[in-house]
């Protein structure tokens, strides 16, 4: 993710090196590295015992509280600026409806995981390509990036009409 927002530093999707807001940024990837896209993997395997996956949600719920808190009063998790640590966290939350997780008792990061506005309008309804466009907006992904630039895109939401596997 770092990598990705360093190709168009303009973007402004992650402080330069040497500021303290990137290592702040890199908190948040390492948040959600550690404690919610890990605990999510054994959610998704067949041979995870029933007991466990409970406990997995159990614990995610714990790291959503969390977020809500941090969030509270902000509009990303850097405060008012898009980073590319809101994009990895929407990416992990997108995989809560794959696991019969709710997340609509955690508000405060609502609209890093609910359809943004205009997202899915803006690209004649398929909200995926409405997301990429968003992301390209905001500089995540390159404007001259074709559909299967949105790999990460797809793999939530599965392919994007016409669009390359």
């Not at 398929?126 to 997301?131: K, Q």
């Not at 949105?150 to 939530?156: A, G, K, L, W």
């Amino acid at each position: 993710m770092q990598w990705i927002a360093d190709q168009n530093p303009t973007a402004g999707l992650i402080p330069s090196a040497g500021k303290p807001e990137r290592y702040r940024v890199q908190e948040w990837l390492n948040f959600v590295t550690s404690e919610l896209h890990k605990v999510y993997a054994p959610l998704f395997r067949p041979t995870t015992p029933d007991a466990f996956k409970d406990i997995s949600k159990e614990n995610l719920g714990k790291r959503f509280d969390w977020i809500d808190k941090q969030l509270a009063g902000k509009q990303y998790l850097m405060g008012d600026k898009f980073t590319v640590a809101d994009a990895y966290l929407f990416t992990v939350l997108r995989w809560s409806g794959r696991v019969n997780i709710d997340l609509s008792k955690w508000t405060k990061h609502r609209g890093l995981h609910g359809p943004r506005p205009g997202a899915a309008e803006g690209a004649g309804g398929d909200e995926a390509e409405g997301w990429c466009s968003s992301f390209r907006a905001h500089g995540v992904l390159n404007a001259a990036a074709g559909p299967g630039s949105c790999s990460f895109i797809c793999e939530i939401y599965g392919p994007i009409p016409g669009a390359e596997p």
